[in-house]
């Protein structure tokens, strides 16, 4: 397999909040801005959401009073960035999470809601259907019959303890991926991640998305942030630096605590 192409590196916009709060919020602010940009031109809004644990908040503000009126849940596709092998209901189920903190609260319609079936014995088989369900949902042609990585409005994403995102891990072949969209990996031993294989969409449709904003919180992610942002250039040590929209919005949402070893990076409070 070549090594994936370099996408062109667009200067992130990096944020920098008082805490995990303001970060939700802002996140949260920035889906609103986002889904009612696509309800301005008729189209529904198609998200991939992160899993872990820092996207919680942000989703539970969007189904509060607050957020809650300003997008239409029902003008929405919500994807997935990744899963682990794991039944729906499991608790390190992603879409297990994302239903309880937003999905059901905001009665997103059943329809819309396109979980990665993380269950299935063969989870390759799980990676191509979900290439397919991408390309009916963006209303392009499939990646089988030549069509481009599908163009997400946004994708949320977190950044793991070893520079991981999504779950494209540090030297995992997943990250090299250059032709399709879904792929199944395995996470590294523990203690970094769990033994769980995964299912993630790979750097050829993060890097299509027309924005993509990660949430970082806690002074535990801030040597990592500081080595993914001002070290050098390793994605197949930091997987989180080979995301790179080639013609989108690169955003990231930063608590104090994981900024605090920020030295060099341009940084806007609030
Ligand atoms: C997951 C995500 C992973 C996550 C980071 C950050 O499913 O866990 O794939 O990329 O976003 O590991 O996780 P936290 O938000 O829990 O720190």
Known sequence: MKPAARAQTPKPTVRRLDDAETVARAGAGEWVRLARAAAAKKRRFRVALAGGSTPQRLYELLATPLFAG??????????????RAVAPDAP??????????????????????????????????????????LARVCGTRPRSAGGPPPAL????????????????????????ETA?????????????????RRLTLTLPVLNRAAQVVFVVEGE??????????????????LPAQGVAPAQGRLVWLVD???????????????
């Open 70 to 83: 300003m997008w239409d849940p029902t003008a929405v596709d919500f994807v997935f960035g990744d899963e």
């Open 180 to 196: 399709r969209w879904v792929v199944a990996t395995d996470p590294p031993a523990p203690p970094l991640a769990p033994r769980v």
């Open 92 to 133: 390190d189920s992603n879409y297990r999470m994302a239903r309880e903190a937003l999905l059901d609260p905001v009665k997103a319609p059943v329809t819309r809601v396109h979980r990665m079936e993380g269950e299935r014995a063969d989870l390759e088989a799980a990676a191509a259907d979900y290439e397919a369900l």
């Open 220 to 237: 535990a992610k801030a040597e990592r942030l500081a080595e993914v942002l001002e070290g050098p250039r390793d994605p197949e040590r």
């Open 153 to 176: 409005d946004l994708v949320l994403l977190g950044l793991g303890p070893d520079g991981h995102t999504a779950s494209l891990f540090p030297h995992a072949a997943s990250l090299r």
């Open 256 to 270: 104090r605590a994981a900024a605090s070893k920020l030295a060099h990076t341009e940084v806007a409070d609030g």
